[in-house]
């Protein structure tokens, strides 16, 4: 019943000071990021390499490229990076010299350009405060906890949590990712469950709900009884959300309320539901329980989905899409596929 449509994806030139840089050049150069970044470079490596950027002008615009690239990260990143690419490199690439994958590895970021490399920062910069955290989960996975009081929280896939309780309050910070939460008992006399976002507090008024960490807002489901929410830019303002609610918030004030479905807590249930979602915003969401990039081409953007799928294999999902729509499933490899109009 499924079916695939992978193609290979030719990657676009790389374009360096407005002008096309030779693929070959492009290798050479990767081959001197990997060194420089491995820590490993000699006395000998570096007049060698001074040697290379002398000989052609192409290699030092390539080199001075990556200087504008790299120059905007600090070395501990530039060398947390390197590390994290070597089980990308090994996984991503199937080259039993591990070098070579990394030099593959150094090459796609050279194709990504400069937005691709400060994205990669930026999601290492993330990670190591994910597995910093009290409780987390990987990309795909799933994992409740139960708490001293009662509490049980559920979190989404590279979702993580830190937990502070002190005589105050009952304090869960959402460091990234989504969760689900069902209170212990709750009364007036008890220290108030707050989950801090990046937005503010909610404030449980003894409930279940959800609460989701976007960029640049946070997005709160009730599902029972109800929660108070408290921007942190106004903390004079709050709003109280109720069962079968929702609300968006960010630092300084509330997006529009609304009246949630199925779909809010479907993850719970190690489902995905469309109900006749574009599919730019469906392969966003499909997005987040797969490692690598999966990005949908604009031209296809605006096509509608129907549908309720398990998460539980996530390939088997972008296989069907074909048979739905009129779209093909394109792999430059396993970890970075676009999906195209057919």
Known sequence: MMSSQANAITPAPIIVGGKPLDPGIADQASEWLTLHMSGEMTEADNQRWQAWRDAHPDHNRAWQHIEGVMGRFGKLQASAAYKSLSPYAAETMADSDTHASR??????????GGTGVAGLFTSQTQTWQQLAADYHTGVGEKREISLADGTRITLNTASSINVSFDGKRRLVRLVAGEIMIVTGHINANERPFVIASNDGNICALGTQFTVRQYEDHTAVTVLEHAVEITPEGTPGSSQVVRTGQGVSFTRHGFGKLKSTDEQAAAW????????????????ADLGRYRKGVLRCDPAVADLRLSAVLPLKDVESILNMLPNSLPVKVMSFTRFWVTIAPA
Not at 103 to 112: D, G, P, Q, T, V
């Open 268 to 283: 719970v249930r190690g489902q995905i539901i469309a109900d006749d979602m574009r599919l730019a915003d469906f392969v």
């Open 103 to 112: 030099r593959k590895a150094m090459k796609i970021l050279l194709y990504l």
